[in-house]
């Protein structure tokens, strides 16, 4: 099984990687992009023995205590059998 | 008294602190390996600057789970000194030592350069001998040194008197040309709720002798000896 993990800062805290990316969006000539928010993503291989609940369960120990830092970040996740 | 100096892989000031503790103060001083959980019975902790186990993952992330911390967590609630400098800062609001979070510079670069700091407490044992309101020089080295935290937490801070030092024009005014990094309220350096644990991104390991363009940050370092002595 595989948990995709994707990290973002909270929308409450200022992005200025995100706001550079978007800025360089319009330097290229893209339009319609409103605001770009960087994040980060983690693929973590997890062992088949363990049940979707067990796996949830853990994932989201792993994202909250290691993955994010509380103050400015956040997660969500994905299973994938 | 004794001083400790953690060493992490990735740590590149631990020589400089020890410097100044060894050759300016002239006090006994030790390192302090990362991968161990014997303090050696310091009565002081330091936490340098570097890039402890590469800040991989995000700036002192992963050393906050080396047992070295595990060590200077109790130590710190048994209410021991510790200093958290630059990187040593970043690792201790990790480490939940200290409110707060140290993000990337509003600019995005590295900046490393003497800044002005006006001392905001003298009611720690870190600025016992400073004067509130008096300016210090000392330098800045960082890419990570933007702090943030909660409005309601930066409440709770002036309320407490927990803000340390905050970036300011060379007269002491706070103003925005004079935030290195976009800090929140201009804040260089917090106090945990007992007033035991500092961390300030500028360095005072930089800046404790003429010859490195200033002595300023000597003043924090004479006050943990003050405060030690009276103990």
Redesign the interface.
């Known amino acids: 099984m595989k948990a995709h993990v994707t990290v973002t800062l909270k929308s409450s805290?200022?992005d200025?990687?995100g706001q550079?990316i978007h800025n360089a969006l319009g330097k290229i000539g893209i339009e319609g992009v409103q605001a770009v928010r960087q994040g980060k993503y983690f693929l973590l291989n997890l062992s088949p023995a363990l049940s979707q609940e067990a796996a949830r369960a853990q994932v989201e120990r792993i994202a909250r205590e290691?993955?994010t830092?509380p103050?400015?970040e956040e997660f969500s996740y994905k299973l994938e059998e | 008294m004794k001083f400790g100096v953690i060493i992490f892989p990735g740590s590149n000031c631990d020589h400089d602190t020890h410097n100044v503790v060894a050759e300016i103060a002239h006090q006994p001083v030790t390192y302090l390996w990362h991968d161990s959980d014997d303090l050696k019975g310091v009565d002081a902790v330091l936490v340098p600057g570097g890039f402890a186990y590469g800040d991989y993952?995000?700036t002192g992330?992963i050393a906050r789970f080396s047992p070295v911390m595990q060590s200077v967590k109790k130590f710190a609630d048994g209410g021991g000194l510790v200093l958290g400098i630059c990187n040593g800062f970043q690792i201790l609001?990790?480490a939940g030592l200290l409110?707060?979070?140290l993000?990337?510079?509003?600019?995005?670069k590295y900046i490393c350069k003497q800044v002005h700091l006006r001392v905001e407490t003298t009611e720690t044992a870190f600025t016992n001998t400073l004067k509130k309101g008096e300016v210090l020089k000392i330098p800045i080295g960082h890419a990570e040194g933007n702090y943030?935290?909660?409005t309601e937490e930066l409440k709770r801070l002036e309320a407490e008197g927990r803000i340390a030092f905050r970036y300011s024009t060379p007269s002491g005014e706070i103003t925005a040309e004079a935030n290195p990094n976009?800090s929140l309220a201009n804040i260089a350096g917090v106090l945990n709720e007992k007033k035991n644990v500092l961390g300030m991104m500028p360095h005072p390991d930089r800046s404790s002798e003429p010859l490195l363009g200033s002595a300023d940050g000597w003043r924090i370092f004479e006050s943990m000896i003050a405060a030690l002595a009276t103990k």
């Open positions: 805290v200022l200025p990687q550079t290691v993955l830092n103050v400015i | 993952l995000r992330a609001t990790e409110p707060g979070a993000m990337r510079n509003a600019g995005l943030y935290c909660t976009g």
